[in-house]
């Protein structure tokens, strides 16, 4: 989140308004709100613009990088060079043949730990007290500090310097400690090395030893429990779960089903279906069926008294109780199926979870076995890999006692080089050049960001969302000088009085031909410009002629009196009857402008009896233009400029004069300019280049949407990009394009 604006700006009357109370409705940041993306154009610009501070920066870190390198003590530096490594090819091939891939690299040799012990205090105290004989108050840290050492590149030599204010001590130092390295390497690298040899033999029996307990263990484990590896045992049990789930399922079915084949026996109806399926039942009760057919077909013919028919009810009689004691004996024989066929399930089923339960106990074993597995075998794959090692390295150590007889050799002996090494005083300046250029643009950038104004039109054009009428330039010689002396300059023929073009075309043809007179030419930036905005001004008239306008601004000192006053210049030499009405009663500056006395005016019409002809004056040197003063300045001034009088005072001025030029207070914080304002034909506000506060200028543009103001454009004043002659007029006309958002 942004913090709020805390700069103040200094109120219409001299005392500070904060920022943050310029206005009820918005909250603006304190800093641009440009683009992130910067192109060359602006970086350009922003080095312009700042060049006395990065000139300022520049000069005094220069300043100081110069003094500081010119007064430093020469540091000189001397080294000498030591093979560690055999680069015989015999040797190295002897190497690769025998050690482990580890050895493919080259080098047998730890070179930062070796850098290390050669740098050590317990290694170089012989050195230290020899030296000590010269310098008695040389200390090891006084000789560490000066002292490098390191490997050359990746090579097999390692480089030893040492910097010094002295030359000569350079010298011993250098000389005694490449002797002292050479000797160090003679005496003490075999010896380490067979030591390392014995460590190894030493510490084999007891890994040897180690490696046989756990395999051992390995193999009793396995055998215990018949377990091969954790995965494998998973799988096992996974395969029986899955099995043991299907049988159950099945199981469950086929008990389910005797049960209810049973309870369905218990039954009527049950029994009834079981002895219909029985085949002699079914024999005795078609023979039932056939003996009552006869009976009924015998009893058509015959009395029931008839031995026909009493001999066929016999037999029918006889084969009841056959019925009755087939039905017993068959629902005897189903439900004793039934029950056999249930106590069978049943122990399948008892079987079936005593499988589960046995297969549940190993599942809840498995964790422990995996556990143990893991740590025997762990135990024994370090045991290996320590064997393997300590084998390796005892081969290694054997190898390079054997190829390692020679010490260290001095390739390059101790030289000392004739130049310092610092101060470097070029490479010093040059540096401090690049430094001193990157601090001064980051001053400029802090500057930059922190500026909160506008330095070009194009980004006024790119945030303010108003037409762009004019861009004025900056000139000195406007603020020396009352008026300009356009009534001089411009002569009768010059001037269109009696036949001003009547629509855009005719003036832009105008504007041609004015081109080309060099008289135009010589009348500088500023009466081009002016030149610029009075036509973009005309070019607004397409349907309803601008009769009366109002000039105004954001804040005090952006201009706006001097643009009201010499547009009106402007447009009385094209031929129009000027008015230029000093509406500011707060702080008037038009008569100042003018030359004019300021006893009588506009103040003076409103609150008094008086005709307008009193406080009308004439303009020296320019007939067509006239000026009313603001007058004595009143005690409200808001309250004469809302009145009646006011606004049948500009009906009044707009029927008698081609154009009517209102210098009105700012609008920032005052109400003056909105009270009149929408009874003119149009609104112009100026904008001071590289001062105008942006966060103001936005507060002015989103008041302006809430009152009935007819908007002209903004004229953007004190531009310091210098333009000149016939291209300065087309790139500012570029920049005077009316585009309305």
Known sequence: MIEKQTTTHRSYYGDSIPSSKLSPYATFSPFPEEANEWNLKRFFGLIQRRAIIITGVVSVTMAGVSYSTLNQESVYQGSFQILVESVNDDSKVGKLSLLDSNASSGSSLDYESQIQVLRSPELLQPVLTKLQEAYPDLSYNALIQGLTIRRFGATKVIEVKYQSHDTQKIQLILDTISQFYLNYSLDKRQTKLRQGIQFVEKQLPDIQNRVAQLQREMQIF?????????????????????????????????????????????????????????????????????????????LARFQPDNPVVQTLQEKRDNLFPLIREEAKRTLTIKLAEATILLQKIEADSKQQAQAEQQLQRELEQLPVLSRQYTDIQRNLQLANESLTRFLGNREKL?????????????????????????????????????????????????????????????????????????????????????????????????????????????????????????????????????????GNLQLLNSDQPIGSLIISSSLPGDGKST??????????????????????????????????????????????????????????????????????????????????????????????????????????????????????????????????????????????????????????????????GYDSYYRQSNFAEVKYS
């Open 222 to 298: 396995r055998q215990k429990y018949n377990f091969i590896d954790p995965e494998s045992q998973s799988q096992r049990i996974s395969g029986q779960i899955q099995s043991l789930t299907q049988q159950r399922l099945t199981i469950n079915q086929q008990l389910a089903a005797a049960r209810a084949n049973y309870m369905s026996l218990q039954g009527q109806e049950g029994q009834f279906a079981a002895i219909n399926n029985a085949p002699i039942y079914q024999q005795l009760i078609t023979q039932q069926r056939q003996l009552e057919t006869q009976i009924s077909g015998e």
């Open 398 to 534: 054997q190898i390079e006692v054997a190829q390692t007889e020679l010490p260290w050799e001095l390739i390059q002996s101790p030289t000392l080089a004739e130049l310092p090494i610092y101060p470097n005083i070029p490479r010093s300046l040059l540096l401090g050049l690049v430094a001193s250029s990157l601090l001064g643009i980051g001053a400029a950038l802090l500057i930059e960001e922190m500026d909160n104004t506008y330095h070009n039109i194009e980004s006024l054009q790119e945030k303010i969302k108003l037409p762009i009428l004019g861009s004025l330039p900056f000139d000195k010689t406007i603020a020396n000088n009352s008026s300009l002396d356009i009534a001089g300059k411009v002569s009768k023929k010059e001037q269109l009085s009696d036949n001003f073009p009547k629509n855009t075309d005719q003036l832009s043809n105008m504007l041609t031909r004015q081109i080309t007179q060099s008289s135009y030419y010589s009348q500088g930036a500023f009466w081009e410009s002016l030149q610029i905005l009075y």
């Open 563 to 724: 643009v009201a006053f010499h547009l009106a210049q402007i447009a009385a030499a094209m031929g129009k009857r000027v008015l230029l009405v000093d509406t500011d009663l707060r702080r008037p500056q038009v008569h100042k402008l003018s030359g004019l006395n300021n006893l009588w005016g506009l103040s003076n019409l409103i609150s008094a009896n008086i005709a307008v002809e009193q406080v009308i004056q004439e303009m020296p040197g320019m007939k067509n233009l006239s000026v009313i003063t603001s007058g004595p300045i009143p005690p409200d001034p808001a309250r004469l400029l809302s009145s009646d009088k006011m606004r049948q005072l500009m009906s009044y001025l707009r029927l008698n004069f081609d154009l009517v030029i209102y210098d009105s207070p700012p609008m920032l914080g005052l109400v003056d300019s909105r009270l009149i304002a929408p009874y003119t034909d149009g609104f112009i506000l100026v904008v001071k280049m590289n001062q105008t506060d942006k966060s103001a200028l936005l507060q002015v543009q989103d008041s302006l949407k809430r009152y009935p103001i007819n908007v002209l454009g903004i004229v953007a004043n004190g531009d310091k990009c210098q333009l000149k």
